[in-house]
């Protein structure tokens, strides 16, 4: 970083294990970020996203005349275009727990304009600010993939955000905002994979009969989890970023956040790709 001119007081040291590779410790690099500073509020920001001139001018003012707990800003591309904008939290999570919040389909924050949006100002984890106040929320042993953001939306739910205008941040990497899926087409679609997903374990229990086995969509209530916890779990979803990812329920996503949250961050150590989907151990 040194030769990036910046500071080498600048510079907050935190020990990743080189073994996680990218699932490395994403809340616990946050949190001690926060907790290295003295300044009320942090804002945390991915290094692909460049902040635009008199952002900071900006965002402090608005801090000022707000009595707020966290937020963002909107994201541009180089060429202008919104690659983020304001989102929400879904109105189906604000009065429900973490297990029925996040075993539903799809992510749990959506953009504002979406019909099944709440009023509840979420969070992208690539760029938001929070008082140093509520750090404690990033204490959830969640790691990098692991829907940290929709999980630190929830739990802000109670806490007043606030998404500023006349700030804004540049990325280096050009990406579409969100879009809304919601025809026959792709729901159709989603269920026949679903399906063959689940017949695919129905047939892999006889080769696998000491191993727990289940199918992406497939709910899994706590009781089934639990198990899960103490014997490994092997997940058919074989085509998961073309199928699963961001919409079934049974994803590795929401399996791994429930595991580690209700685990207390032991479960699950070690989580393989395999050409069936996944095995967790």
């Known amino acids: 970083m040194l030769d990036k001119k910046i500071p080498a007081s600048a510079i907050i040291e935190f020990n990743d294990e080189p073994d996680l590779g990218k699932n490395f410790r994403i809340n616990a690099k946050k949190h001690s970020a926060c907790e290295a500073l003295k300044s009320e509020f942090v804002y945390l920001v991915h290094d692909r996203f ?21 937020g963002a800003v909107d994201v ?31 992510r749990l924050i959506v953009v504002a304009n979406d019909e099944r949006a709440s009023e509840k100002i979420a969070i992208n984890g690539g760029q938001f600010f929070i008082r140093r106040s509520l750090m404690n929320y990033l204490l959830t042993p969640l790691r990098w993939g692991e829907m940290e953001d929709d999980v630190l939306s929830f739990d802000l739910r109670n806490e007043k955000g606030i998404w ?20 026959f087409r792709i729901s159709l679609r989603y269920s026949l994979y ?11 229990k006889p080769f696998m009969a000491a191993r727990s086995i289940t199918s992406v969509g497939t709910r ?62």
């Open 50 to 70: 460049i902040p635009a001139v008199n952002f900071r001018k900006t965002v402090e003012a608005a801090l000022t005349s707000r009595n707020v707990g966290f």
């Open 76 to 106: 541009l591309n180089q060429d202008g275009t919104l690659a983020l904008g304001e989102l929400r939290l879904q109105q189906h999570c604000v009065n429900s727990n973490f297990d029925d919040a996040i075993e539903r389909k799809g």
């Open 164 to 183: 500023i205008e006349g700030a804004h941040m540049v990325t280096l990497a050009h990406r579409i905002p969100p879009v809304v899926h919601s025809n």
């Open 194 to 204: 679903s399906f063959g997903c689940a017949v695919c374990a129905f047939l892999l």
């Open 220 to 281: 899994t209530d706590k009781e089934s989890l639990d198990a899960y916890i103490r014997t490994g779990l092997v997940l058919v979803d074989p085509l998961h970023k073309t199928f699963a990812s961001d919409y079934l329920m049974s994803t590795i996503e929401k399996l791994s956040v429930r595991a580690r949250v209700r685990s207390a961050g032991y479960a699950w150590h070690q989580i393989d790709r395999k050409w069936f989907g996944w095995e967790l151990k």
